[in-house]
Every structure is written in C-alpha cells, then in structure tokens.
C-alpha cells in the first residue's frame, strides 16, 4: 500500500509562501505521475500542478502558472507556493498513479493514492 506523508501548510499572509512537501518511498522505484491537488469549501478537487518522474514533466493549472513550482527530490516531491492569493486557500492534497501511458493528466480521477492533505489558509 503506498503511503503519502504531506507537511507544510499553515497560514500565510496574501503576497506569502509556503513549502508542501509529500514523502512516499514508491517515488524512487516505480515511475509515477505525482500530483498536488485542492479542495475549496463547496468546490470540486482541482488538479494544481503534477509532475512526471520518469521524464520530469510538469503542468500547472493556469490559476497557478507562474507563482507556483513542482519540483521532486529522491523521495520527496515539493510544491513551492509563491504571491499566495486568498482564493489558494484549501486543503491541499499529495496523489500519485504509475504510469501507464505517455500523457500527464493531471485529473484526480486518474490518481489511486493519496495523502491525508494539509490545510493552506491565506489571509490577513
């Protein structure tokens, strides 16, 4: 069973950042896909960035693009959050999925393990 350990979220000011970080050890032995996501009070989970390990390929959502950077390191994949904005605020979520096929989706329904998700709150 593949375990995700999240850490990093907290309350920023707007204009803030923080660090996410999801440990899990199938990182460094399987080729994966490896997602952060969020979910807003009322809202759907929506796919943030997510990053491929086998070619190191990444997306970001446009909301995001610009202000936030995936990064992985061995075992651990990082989500750097810069010029937070209150509308970030969420719990944010680590998933990850082999890969089966060329393509990075970065869409929840295609991710099989995920962490238990860390609070980010933006606000003043």
């Known amino acids: 069973q593949v375990q995700l350990v999240e850490s990093g979220g907290g309350l920023v000011q707007p204009g803030g950042s923080l660090r996410l970080s999801c440990a899990a050890s199938?990182?460094?032995?399987?080729?994966?896909?490896i997602g952060w996501f969020r979910q807003a009070p009322g809202k759907e989970r929506e796919g943030v960035s997510c990053?491929?390990?086998?070619?190191?390929s990444t997306y970001y959502a446009d909301s995001v693009a610009g202000r936030f950077t995936i990064a992985r390191d061995k075992n651990t994949v990082y989500l750097q959050m810069n010029s937070l904005k209150p509308e970030d605020t969420a719990i944010y979520y680590c998933?990850?999925?082999?890969?089966?096929?060329?393509?990075?989706?970065?869409?929840?329904?295609?991710?099989?393990?995920w962490g238990q998700g860390t609070q980010v709150n933006v606000s003043s």
């Open positions: 199938v990182f460094t032995s399987d080729d994966r896909n």
């Open positions: 998933a990850t999925h082999i890969i089966q096929n060329k393509w990075l989706i970065c869409l929840p329904e295609f991710f099989d393990a």
């Open positions: 990053i491929s390990n086998n070619d190191g």
